[in-house]
C-alpha cells in the first residue's frame, strides 16, 4: 500500500520538488507560485511553476494520493504511447507525482454549463469513445502489478464489513449476481474514468486524469462507469457525464477499434458502478466519523448514500 497523504509545510515542499526535478533534468531550478487546488477527497494536488535559466518556464502539477499502490507514471507514459492525452511525467517525489500541467476545465458543473464549452459538449462523447479504444490498447504487461479484481464478491464484502442494513444495496447485488454477464476480454481499465478526471477545453477533451484506480478488467466497466448519474452532475437527459448520448459513445468506441459494445453489458456495468459510489460514500463518510481523516469534504459524502440507494431501484426495476 502507498503512503498517506500528509501536507508538508510549504518551504519543506518547495525544496523536495526543486531537489526532484534537479536530479529529473540535471539542472539547477528554482520553484514559484507553489500552491494547493482543491482536489478530491483521497488526493492532494500542487500546481507551481519550475523555473531553469535559459529554459521556458514549466508550468506543473505535484499530485499525492492516499494509498497510492498503482505505479500512475508508468501507466501514463503507456497510456500516452497508444494515443491516450495525458499530462506528461516529469519526476516523482515521495509518494507523488510530478506532471505537466495541462490548462484546461476539470470542475463538472462548469464543464456542464459554461457557454465556452457549449461546441464541447457535442463532442465529448465520441471523444470519450475514443479515447477508451485507445486507452483499452495498453499492453495488460505494460504496468507490472496490475490485478484483476473479482468486483461482485469485492463489494460484497465491503458492504458486509461496514455492518449496516442497507437493503437497497443488497437488492443490487442479488440483480447482478442473477445478470452477470461473461467478460468480453481483459484490457486495462481506468476505474475512473469520469466528467471530473477529465482537462475540457472550447474544442473538447483535453486530458484523463486520476488513473490511481487502474486494473485489469473487463473493458465495459469504463463505459458503464462514466455512465453512471453521479457523474452527470444534474444533467440527467445526457445519460453520459451529463454532456452526452450513449448512441455517440458506443459508435465512435467501436469505431475507433474499441470492439463491439453491448448496451446491456454496459448497463450492467453501469449498474455496479452505482453500487461502488453508494459503497463508497458510506466508506468515506465513515473515515471522516472514525477520525481517522477529518474531512468536511469525507462527512458530506455521506449524504449521497441515499441518492445511490435510489438510482439503483430506478436501474434495476
Not at 16 to 21: D, F, G, M, N, T
Not at 25 to 53: I, K, P, Q, Y
Not at 102 to 112: A, D, F, K, N
Not at 211 to 221: F, N, S
Amino acid at each position: 500500500m502507498g503512503r498517506t497523504v500528509a501536507s508538508a509545510p510549504v518551504e519543506d515542499l518547495a525544496d523536495e520538488l526543486r531537489l526532484a526535478l534537479a536530479q529529473a533534468w540535471d539542472d539547477d531550478v528554482r520553484v514559484e507560485d507553489l500552491r494547493r487546488l482543491s482536489g478530491g477527497a483521497t488526493s492532494e494536488t500542487w500546481s507551481f511553476d519550475a523555473v531553469r535559466a535559459g529554459a521556458p518556464v514549466a508550468r506543473l502539477v505535484l499530485r499525492r494520493t492516499r494509498g497510492q499502490a498503482v505505479d500512475e507514471g508508468a501507466l501514463l507514459r503507456a497510456a500516452a504511447a497508444v494515443g491516450v492525452p495525458v499530462p506528461g511525467v516529469v519526476a516523482t517525489v515521495d509518494g507523488g507525482l510530478v506532471v505537466e500541467r495541462i490548462e484546461g476545465e476539470t470542475i463538472p458543473r462548469r464543464i456542464l454549463r459554461e457557454e465556452s464549452l457549449a461546441a464541447a459538449r457535442t463532442r465529448m462523447a465520441s471523444q470519450c469513445g475514443i479515447v477508451l479504444a485507445r486507452l483499452h490498447r495498453i499492453p495488460t504487461d505494460a504496468v507490472p502489478g496490475l490485478e484483476r479484481p473479482d468486483p461482485l464478491p469485492t463489494w460484497q464484502g465491503m458492504l458486509d464489513g461496514l455492518a449496516q442494513p442497507h437493503p437497497a444495496f443488497e437488492l443490487a447485488l442479488l440483480w447482478l449476481r442473477e445478470h452477470q454477464p461473461p467478460s468480453s476480454a481483459t484490457t486495462v481499465v481506468h476505474g475512473d474514468f469520469r466528467n471530473g478526471n477529465l482537462v475540457v477545453g472550447p474544442e473538447g477533451v483535453r486530458a484523463v486524469l486520476d488513473w490511481e484506480l487502474a486494473h485489469l478488467g473487463d473493458p465495459m466497466e469504463d463505459l458503464g462507469w462514466l455512465c453512471v448519474k453521479a457523474w452527470r452532475f444534474g444533467v440527467n437527459d445526457k445519460r453520459v457525464g451529463g454532456f452526452g448520448e450513449e448512441a455517440d459513445l458506443f459508435t465512435a468506441y467501436e469505431s475507433a477499434g474499441g470492439g463491439a459494445v453491448d448496451p446491456g453489458v454496459v448497463r450492467w456495468w453501469e449498474v455496479l458502478g452505482t453500487l461502488k459510489w453508494g459503497i463508497m460514500c458510506i466508506v468515506q463518510a465513515m473515515t471522516h466519523l472514525s477520525g481517522a481523516s477529518r474531512s468536511v469534504e469525507l462527512a458530506a459524502i455521506g449524504r449521497r448514500v441515499c441518492e445511490n440507494e435510489w438510482d439503483l431501484l430506478e436501474l434495476i426495476e
